[in-house]
Antibody, heavy 122, light 107 residues
Framework: QVQLVESGGGVVQPGGSLRLSCAAS????????MYWVRQAPGKGLEWVAF????????YYADSVKGRFTIFRDNSKNMLFLQMNSLRADDTAVYYC???????????????WGQGTLVTVSS | EIVLTQSPATLSLSPGERATLSCRAN??????LAWYQQKPGQAPRLLIY???NRATDIPARFSGSGSGTDFTLTISSLEPEDFAVYYC?????????FGGGTRVEIK
């Protein structure tokens, strides 16, 4: 079965950096687009970034463009989110999610990890 | 950006009752709309995609309908495990956006 396990969250000061990882298993990772989605405490869902199955295209929410980078290592079934210049409003649980279809997306958030909490605070 | 407005914010119902949740877009999303369920402390789960297609292992009591800008998620008879928050989401135009959610609570 599909399994997505995020790691790398923690507490970081404003202006700092953090790299999130997502280990994927149970499906052909290199065939699916992948997402990062976040949820601030007590709030709704916000799409953050998307990468094509081969990493050749990336898309970002305006709120993170220029600060966050999504990338993947298909040889290791890993997805990453490099987060720089972090701000207090980046505080959230970050989920990685798999695309619904094995084709250039986006489609929908088919399977989700359990999330990793990022707290930006001094 | 496409803004999705969900109503009501909270729906108070009893088990066995029918739940009707609304999602309205500020411009057409064609058929590119999905619904997710999220329970406390859990990741969201895809329920419905492309307006009316149930995702894998989703019970038949969940159904979606609508077109263009107005969409509905219907739960025909609420089970105890259905009390949760529901989000709609569009993939028609970047950025991908979610509605603000509808909480279905036990009356």
């Amino acid at each position: 079965q599909v399994q997505l396990v995020e790691s790398g969250g923690g507490v970081v000061q404003p202006g700092g950096s953090l790299r999130l990882s997502c280990a994927a298993s149970g499906f052909i990772f290199s065939s699916y687009g992948m997402y990062w989605v976040r949820q601030a405490p007590g709030k709704g869902l916000e799409w953050v970034a998307f990468t094509w199955y081969d990493g050749s295209n990336e898309y970002y929410a305006d709120s993170v463009k220029g600060r966050f980078t999504i990338f993947r290592d298909n040889s290791k079934n890993m997805l990453f989110l490099q987060m720089n210049s972090l701000r207090a409003d980046d505080t959230a649980v970050y989920y990685c999610a798999k695309d619904l279809l094995a084709a250039p997306g986006p489609y929908y958030f088919d399977s989700w990890g359990q999330g990793t909490l990022v707290t930006v605070s001094s | 950006e496409i803004v999705l407005t969900q109503s009501p914010a909270t729906l108070s119902l009893s088990p066995g009752e029918r739940a009707t949740l609304s999602c309205r877009a500020n411009q057409s999303v064609s058929t590119y709309l999905a619904w997710y369920q999220q329970k406390p402390g859990q990741a969201p789960r895809l329920l419905i995609y492309d307006i009316s297609n149930r995702a894998t292992d989703i019970p038949a009591r969940f159904s979606g309908s609508g077109s263009g800008t107005d969409f509905t998620l219907t739960i025909s008879s609420l089970e105890p495990e259905d009390f949760a928050v529901y989000y709609c989401q569009q993939r028609s135009i970047w950025p991908l956006t979610f509605g603000g959610g509808t909480r279905v609570e036990i009356k």
